[in-house]
């Protein structure tokens, strides 16, 4: 895993919306220490990820150290640390997936995004993610892009869900904006 | 624990007394027997026994025990330097250097490192040729806190700065994140406003530290810099 959230990070816009959400939740929480990892999970489910400054949060919430969260937080593979794409990208690392290649498959897609696994592009377009058997082992290796399970996939499959994501990115843009030409038109 | 109650066993054919309730480990130490050891500290009342370098033979049981984690008994028969004993601790000691990168000379705990101190008593090197070095993909330091500096690769990942800062502030200020292959001591946000300052700088864990993985910045930089002027000169 590779993170840097250990460091101060710049919040963005999105993130201090989430962030002054948590903080109008968390007082409906318990304060009693077991419930911390249930209240993490409550964050992660909501929001879909477990920002930085909401692990500092919670701490302060229970009265606990925030290194002891961020412990606890780290420890549990369902964490996540950075806000999801709109095209989440899980690649399947199960027995199957693993011995058909997946790690290959990951490292293409982590040099294609420039992203780490568990990380997220800048632009929040993509992040990529490892999952443990999907359940369609027999199309190993498999790749979930979104909703989509991609089968067999190969290196230069790899490619080609990208450039797939790209075109649908695009025709819907010129949908968009030929709708707003028609409206200024009339 | 009544506390003059004296316990006598026999440690490698050598007769001593300690109070009852003594650790092993600690009653060895004390009588001037050494057992290497990284992650038990005195009067540990749980020790995690995670290291395994403090393995001996106690007559009457099948197998090497931590001696951190026994206490004594009456009558007890210890060996600490059996065939058994030392090729587990060699095996545990490979796995520690398996990720060291062995640049000793640029460290501030040269000449004083614990894992010095057990290669020396163990001979063995701190760079080990029989299993594989995995450097830890890791940044060489890592400075989430203001100032104390972290050496994840220099860690053994003993735990001790974790117990004396949680003995220290009943609370930690560091503590274990991550699993696995990737686990790191983390301070994450531990002078974070609004988190209360956990951290009071009482510099235990620096001191605690039987690597050169914690120190205070300044004292790093100086450490550095004096490095840096004998290099050139
Ligand atoms: S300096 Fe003291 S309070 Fe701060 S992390 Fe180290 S042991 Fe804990
Ligand atoms: S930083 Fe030092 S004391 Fe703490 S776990 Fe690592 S080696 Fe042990
Ligand atoms: S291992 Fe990948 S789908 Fe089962
Ligand atoms: S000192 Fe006993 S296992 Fe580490």
Redesign the pocket.
């Known amino acids: 895993m590779s993170d840097n959230i250990e460091q101060d990070q710049e919040v963005d816009l999105e993130e201090q919306q989430v962030l002054d959400a948590i903080a109008v939740e968390l007082p409906g929480f318990s304060r009693d220490v077991h419930q911390l990892l249930p209240v993490l999970q409550k964050i992660q489910h909501t929001h879909g990820y477990l920002p930085r400054d909401s692990m500092v949060m919670v701490a302060a919430h229970f009265a606990v150290a925030a290194a002891k969260v961020f412990g606890i937080a780290t420890f549990y593979n369902q964490f996540r640390f950075n806000p999801p794409g709109r095209h989440p990208i899980k690649v399947c690392l199960g027995t199957a997936c693993h011995v058909k290649g997946g790690e290959i498959i990951l490292e293409n897609f982590t040099r294609r995004l420039g992203i780490e696994e568990g990380e997220t592009t800048q632009d929040r377009e993509y992040s990529l993610e490892r999952v443990a058997c999907v359940g369609c082992c027999a199309l190993a290796p498999v790749v979930v892009v979104g909703e989509k399970i991609e089968s067999y996939v190969t290196p230069s499959k790899v490619e080609g869900v990208i450039t797939e994501i790209e075109i649908q990115n695009e025709i819907a843009e010129r949908e968009k904006a030929k709708d707003e030409q028609q409206s200024d038109s009339e | 624990m009544s506390k003059d109650r004296m316990v006598t066993l026999t440690v490698d054919g050598l007769e001593i007394s300690v109070p009852q309730g003594t650790k092993l480990l600690k009653a060895c130490l004390d009588n001037g027997i050494y057992i290497p050891n990284l992650c038990y500290i005195d009067d540990m009342e749980h020790p995690p026994a995670s290291c395994r370098l403090c393995l001996v033979e106690i007559e009457g049981r099948p197998d090497p025990l931590p001696s951190c984690s026994q206490k004594v008994e009456d009558g007890m028969v210890v060996h600490t330097e059996t065939d058994a004993v030392r090729l587990l601790q060699k095996t545990a000691f490979r796995l520690l250097v398996s990720t060291n990168h062995g640049k000793c000379r640029l460290c501030m705990a040269n000449k004083h490192c614990a894992m010095q101190q057990i290669a020396k008593f163990l001979h063995m090197p701190l760079r080990t040729k029989k299993l594989r070095y995995i450097p830890k993909d890791m940044p060489e330091v890592i400075e989430d806190h203001p100032c104390i500096v972290?050496e994840p690769n220099k860690?053994?990942?003993?735990?001790?700065?974790?117990y004396v800062c949680s003995r220290q502030n009943y609370d930690f200020a560091l503590d274990f994140a991550r699993r696995g292959f990737n686990t790191t001591?983390s301070f994450f946000g531990s002078q974070e406003e609004g988190v209360g300052d956990y951290c009071r700088n009482c510099r235990a864990?620096v001191d605690?530290?039987?690597?050169g993985?914690?120190n205070f910045k300044d004292e790093r930089d100086a450490f550095l810099q004096d490095l840096q002027a004998k290099i050139s000169a």
């Open positions: 972290y860690c053994v990942l003993c735990g001790r700065c974790v001591i864990c605690i530290c039987p690597v993985a914690l």
